[in-house]
């Protein structure tokens, strides 16, 4: 039931089944927003999230599904990232997580989709933000292309 979930939010479904045993079909609200919290999600989302589930103190695994999925309708399927080469654009306010972010997916297309995969440091501004992504590349042993500050 939780298969595409599974492969967007992995960590987090982990921590729901670990919780939830598998053959309670509910889940109280109380946790999931524990849950939900310890998985990075962020207040506000988490309070957005339990708004739309039923007005019950305990919640079905399908009310979850439901509305989990509605976030994630936008998400593009892998299909169209077949095509190569591909760029993933990430945007967001200063230290919203931008590079641990693509960290991640670098990781996760290299190791998983066993895609090739090159990071450009193009933020020459930031102080040290070349360094960063540059240990990065050098953790998950990706490729990077990078000049001077
Ligand atoms: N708890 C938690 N911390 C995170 C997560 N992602 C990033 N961080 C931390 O948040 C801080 C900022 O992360 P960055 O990835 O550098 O953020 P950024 O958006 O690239 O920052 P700028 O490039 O300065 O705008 C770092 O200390 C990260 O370790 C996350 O998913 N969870
Ligand atoms: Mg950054």
Redesign the pocket.
Known sequence: MFGFFKKVLGKTTESIQEIVPKKSDKISKELLEEVLLEA?VTYELVEELLYYMPPSDMVSRKDVKRVLLAYFIDVKKEEEKEAKPFVDLIF?I????????IAKLAYHYRLNKNQSVILAAS?TF?AA?IE?LKRWADIIKVQIVATQQ
């Open positions: 990075d967001g200063n230290g919203a997580g931008k590079t641990t972010t933020d930031r933000a960063q």
